[in-house]
């Protein structure tokens, strides 16, 4: 046998066998991947949690920062301040240095009581008004709390609201806050969704290299059939000429005949789908950031706890109020050496108080030339270049909600920074808040290719079709499904036979 015949052989065995399991895992992922089109995994966006924050009133309140600031052991190394309601009374959230939190009752200057259960259901009866609270205990995380945004809260309060929607709530143990709301509907439908897609039922905390080496695995050992059945695919299709039977696959059986058919016309996007996915995973870590990271602390140039604008926070209140703008939140910050305060409304908008010529003022933005100078600070390296960018991009561009990155904040016009090093490391800038919204190297926009466009069509144009773009997602899953289920009758049937060749050897002797 020569080698050519020798390597289609493997080729035929692997996929022969390997398409066992692989057709089912599939199916599954197609499935659920259609469903996460429409419902994504439970979050809590920032314009969500506001809506339900009341806005900020002056009456009977508040104490100065200073105030709020001694109750820390470390007042200069104080990272966040924010001035907000819980419970539907305002709190100063301060987050110290080494990331916890503390809150100080706004009206009194007391600390905060520490988080129990009536607490937590007080929590939740002001996030979902009119409705019961069933309190559920403490847990670390569960099915619907991976994300890793939520470890700075953990342990989490669960709350099982009697609203329409049997929403469940899970609380801040640190801030008392609701960090993520799962109706009923949609927890239900993650089963067949994300909680399937993800594989979730093999995760168990934020940080699981098991859960990741399994699907790492999973994706490989589907990759590896999904190559295997296109080689096959190709070398038995009559491409000149045809088979006795008339037809150009050599398959006359129903199921091997469609298998054969639409694996071919399927093959290049089932392919990359699942090759995307293994990507997903970062495996061996190609796609981490190679060079220097950006420095926020340099970026900011002072913590809010040691430099804060010396604004009494009743008059920043009646400041926006005057500008017409009803802020729900107020948060302490310094851009290159620069104290100002964001605020934001129930829809996240937002305003910046600033001081100059001795006069505070509300502005709505950062001017570009102030986020440039602030930006030089971010790494030790020349900047190439800086655009503004007016409109999305490849790297720059927000998600529908149900996406997985659907909670980031991606406003316009934003500022992108790209540095002259090694790794050309590029920054994108929010004017309007002066936070860095996303920084990546050559190395993670490469990932963001082989994983995000790959397997989720998310190339700006592609985003705007919105509905045609859905459809053809659909189809093209349902396509992937026709060849899985074909996959699994093949599948059951080989293993049928095999199954009962060996009971009948068995028999024999």
């Known amino acids: 046998m020569t080698l050519s015949a020798r390597v289609k052989r493997l080729t035929y065995l692997i996929h022969r066998w390997t398409g066992v399991a692989a057709c089912v895992l599939m199916a599954l992922w197609f499935v659920s991947g ?3 089109l429409f419902i994504g995994y439970p979050k809590l966006t920032p314009w969500e949690r506001l809506q339900t924050v009341p806005a900020l009133q002056v009456q009977h309140c508040c104490v100065s920062l200073q105030q709020a600031l001694a109750h820390s ?7 966040e301040i924010v001035l907000t309601s819980i419970r539907n009374q ?9 990331g916890n939190y503390l809150l100080v009752d706004a009206r009194s200057g007391a600390l905060a009581p520490t988080m ?8 939740a009866r002001a996030f979902v008004p009119n409705a019961d609270a069933h309190y559920l205990g403490i847990v670390h995380e569960d099915r619907w709390t991976h994300a890793r945004s939520l470890d700075p809260h953990r342990p989490l309060h669960r709350v099982q609201m009697d609203d329409a929607e049997h929403t469940l709530l899970y609380l801040s143990d640190s801030t008392g ?3 993520m709301d799962a109706p009923r509907a949609q927890r239900l439908w993650n089963y067949v969704g994300a909680w399937l897609h993800w594989l979730y039922m093999f995760r168990d905390r934020p940080v699981d290299p098991v859960w990741s080496w399994i699907v790492i695995a999973l994706s490989a050992f589907g990759t590896l059939t999904a190559i295997s059945g296109t080689l096959a695919g190709i070398w038995r299709w009559r491409f000149r000429g045809r088979y006795k039977s008339g037809a150009r696959t050599p398959y006359r059986e129903v199921y091997l005949h469609w298998h054969h058919i639409i694996g071919l016309s399927f093959a290049a996007i089932i392919f990359t789908w699942i090759f995307s996915g293994l990507m997903s995973m970062n495996p061996l870590g190609i796609f981490d950031a190679r060079g220097e990271k950006p420095n926020s602390a340099a970026y900011r140039g002072a913590t809010p706890g040691t430099t804060h604008l010396s604004l009494d926070t ?11 703008f009803r802020a729900n939140e107020i948060e302490w910050r310094v ?41 030089t600070q971010l790494l030790h390296a020349p900047i190439r270049d800086h655009q503004v960018l007016t409109q999305y991009d490849t790297y720059y561009y927000g998600r529908q909600q149900e996406a997985m990155m659907g909670a980031a904040e991606r406003r316009l016009p934003a500022l992108r920074v790209r540095f002259d090093e090694t790794h050309q490391t590029w920054v994108h800038l929010d004017p309007f808040t002066g936070d860095v919204e996303s920084s990546s190297d050559q190395a993670q926009r490469t990932g963001r290719w082989l994983f995000s466009f790959l397997h989720s069509w998310d190339l700006p144009p592609m985003l705007q079709a ?24 093949i599948g059951w049937r080989r293993l049928r036979t095999w199954f009962g060749q060996h009971s009948q050897h068995h028999r024999t002797h």
């Open 314 to 324: 009743a008059q920043a209140v009646n400041l926006l109020n005057d500008a017409g």
């Open 335 to 375: 851009l290159h050496g620069r104290p100002y305060l964001l605020a934001r409304n129930g829809a996240n908008a937002t305003r910046l108080i600033v001081e100059e010529g001795g006069r505070y003022q509300v502005r709505e933005r950062w001017s570009d030339a102030e986020l440039f100078q602030a930006a």
């Open 90 to 98: 305002p709190y100063y959230r301060l987050r110290e240095g080494k």
């Open 466 to 489: 919105g509905a045609w773009r859905d459809a053809i997602l659909i189809l093209l899953s349902l396509g992937g499904l026709a060849l899985s289920l074909t996959g699994i009758v």
């Open 34 to 36: 259609i469903v996460m």
């Open 73 to 79: 052991r470390a007042p200069d190394k104080v990272q």
């Open 177 to 179: 806050q609701v960090v």
């Open 116 to 123: 129990d259960k009536q607490l937590a259901l007080a929590g």
